[in-house]
């Protein structure tokens, strides 16, 4: 196998990007093969734009049709878990947009139906991993150069939205159609960093502000309390109403403070660790000395091309997966960690009480507001 033969289950936003991506021979180990979506409009678009790709109405007509080896599955959240569950019993390699699902549950039986299959390689669109600033801040931290984290605090508020966008499809910023707002569309990226950087919480106390900001129903207003296993703390701030808003991360250590902001990153170390210097100083005020040094990366940042370049080389000669799609459900737990103690209005531990956390979801599901379908495209770029 030279290429690999790549189905495209959803042709919306995402999906649109990803064959632009690969038609403009970013991708040069993939061709698309098929494609798939519900829309008419957006068959006619693959048609047109997709010369020779077999067309299907549905993810399951795709999946059984024998035109791929593998498929990107790039459609409402809930679907996500069944088409990837369908493709591997169908022996196909499958690649997931974010986020691996609504719940935790659903994505345990993704995960099992993953690991039936060791043969196959199961990717998830975990793009900002490429991201040259945060492979830098995971091989510091990996390294020890901050000591022991202390504190994260993580402030994600450029994730601007109008109420066109909520408008613009009838399953977007419900309950029963998206499952969740900010948290589940917009911040999945954030929060599979923040837990591949500084591992899962065991407790989470949160505040979701549900149509804030939005005539929607799901939250567009996030505020959240985090504490770790070592005892460091944590906070993550999200909305998709601020504007112009901000994307800052710090993670601060015994050993010195990481900045992220504007694309670059600042660390300031300590000359001495400050456990260390706490106990040993001989005087009450003053800190320990500490250095300001701009962080040089390598500057790449590839993005969506390079998980799926990453995937194609797993499926042909094994190489190295920018992100398992097993680790999808760590973000997810966080995410609906968020909601169960904003619904329960306490703090929750992790891992959370799954079976409640669905039950809940359920209920909101079938208060759900319903919505007409609108055909609107938006493009992606320029979005992370």
Request: hydrophobic share 35%; net charge negative; charged share 25%.
């Amino acid at each position: 196998m030279e290429k690999i033969r790549l189905g495209i289950i959803g042709v919306g936003n995402m999906g649109t990007g990803h064959c632009q991506n690969i038609l403009e021979g970013l991708c040069p180990e993939i061709e698309i093969t098929a494609a798939a979506d519900r829309r008419a409009s957006r068959r006619e678009w693959a048609a047109e734009h997709l010369p020779g790709a077999a067309l299907f109405t549905e993810g399951e007509e795709l999946i059984a049709s024998g035109t791929c080896d593998a498929v990107l599955i790039a459609v409402p959240h809930y679907q996500h878990p069944p088409l990837a569950i369908s493709a591997f019993r169908h022996g196909l390699h499958v690649m997931v947009e974010k986020p691996a699902g609504v719940y935790t549950l659903q994505a345990r039986e993704m995960n099992a139906a993953a690991d039936e299959h060791p043969e196959l390689t199961f990717g998830m669109m975990f793009n900002q991993r490429t991201n040259c600033v945060y492979r830098q801040v995971k091989e510091m931290i990996d390294a020890g150069e901050l000591g022991q984290m202390k504190r994260v605090s993580w402030l994600i508020t450029d994730w601007y939205r109008t109420q066109y966008y909520y408008d613009s499809g009838a399953w977007r910023a419900t309950w029963a159609g998206e499952g969740g707002g900010v948290l589940l569309n917009q911040c999945p990226h954030q929060l599979d960093l923040l837990q591949w950087l500084c591992g899962l919480p065991v407790r989470v106390q949160a505040h979701c502000h549900e149509g804030k900001w939005h005539d929607i129903e799901v939250e567009d207003d996030v505020t959240a309390y985090l504490e770790f296993a070592n005892g460091a703390t944590g906070v993550f701030v999200t909305t998709t109403a601020d504007a112009p808003g901000t994307n800052r991360l710090e993670i601060t250590g015994t050993r010195g403070k990481l900045v992220c902001e504007y694309d670059k990153l600042t660390f300031i170390r300590n000359t001495v660790d400050e456990r260390e210097w706490c106990v040993t100083c001989q005087e009450g005020f003053r800190k320990p000395d500490s250095e300001e040094i701009p962080v040089e990366t390598d500057g790449q940042n590839p993005q969506h091309p390079a998980v799926l370049n990453a995937f194609a080389a797993h499926i042909l000669r094994g190489e190295p997966l920018v992100a398992d799609g097993r680790e999808g459900i760590r973000g997810l737990m966080l995410s609906n960690a968020m909601h169960l103690s904003s619904w329960l209005n306490r703090t929750v531990e992790l891992p959370i009480d799954e079976a409640e956390f669905l039950r809940l979801l359920q209920e909101r599901c079938r208060t759900s507001r319903h919505k007409d379908e609108r055909d609107v495209t938006m493009s992606t770029e320029g979005t992370y």
